[in-house]
């Protein structure tokens, strides 16, 4: 295999990174409030704290491994431009969320000109209509923001308390948009179980020490559970055919 495009990719990874860490320090704070803040500290903060080491290096080094998945396993298929564009706000939104427990509207918009690129070649492809396609993009956004506000509001009964944020509904609701009804199913199994990997620890700490933070941003799991559905669909479909085979 050639590696040159390879290491192209990983370069062009990296200055994405970098690019993105620009645009987190500098944007307007603003965004990274709740509707009803109005307090800019705690949002400059967080941009700042944005560093080379671990934050941005950590950017780079993950825009360059989505760049180099994207050429190895998409490679030149017309859906990776777009592909890797989707990856950028979906890189930002993990920043905000993890950093501020905020996932900017800018960045949720910011996805879907991806969404419709990947209209575009479905319909270019035949598979299915262009009508058909958009219909079908549609419903899976809107079942999967649904049900994920079901999820929070069934939890919020539960624990008489707030249990999942609009950011996340409107970002499960973006990403059903781009990933499509088919893949909707995959999209939501990973998002909770990558999520799970995490939240477990976390409440097991807060059975030993109470006053522990128990909140989880939930934003990150979606935005990478769209990410590897995006990359990786072949080959996790070929994993659940293969459980399926293995199960039965």
Known sequence: MDVGPLITMIIAGFAAGAFLAFIFRHMPAV???????????????AQRNLTFFPGILLLMLGDGLIFATGWLFLG??????????????????IVSDLKTRIIPDQFVLALLPGGIFLWAVDGFAGKPSWGTSILLRLLAG??????LYLCGWAAEKIMHREAMGMGDVKLLAACGFLTGLSELPYLIFLAFITAAVVA??????????????PELAFGPYIALATMLVLLLSRQIHDLWALYLSLAL
């Open 31 to 45: 965004w990274l409030l709740d509707y009803q803040d109005a307090n800019l500290s705690v949002a400059k903060q």
């Open 200 to 213: 477990i620890p976390l409440l097991i700490r807060r059975i030993w020490r109470p006053n522990s933070d």
């Open 76 to 93: 030149s298929a017309s859906a990776m431009p777009a592909v890797l564009y989707i990856a950028q706000p979906l890189l930002l939104i």
């Open 142 to 147: 809107l079942l999967g923001g649904f049900l």
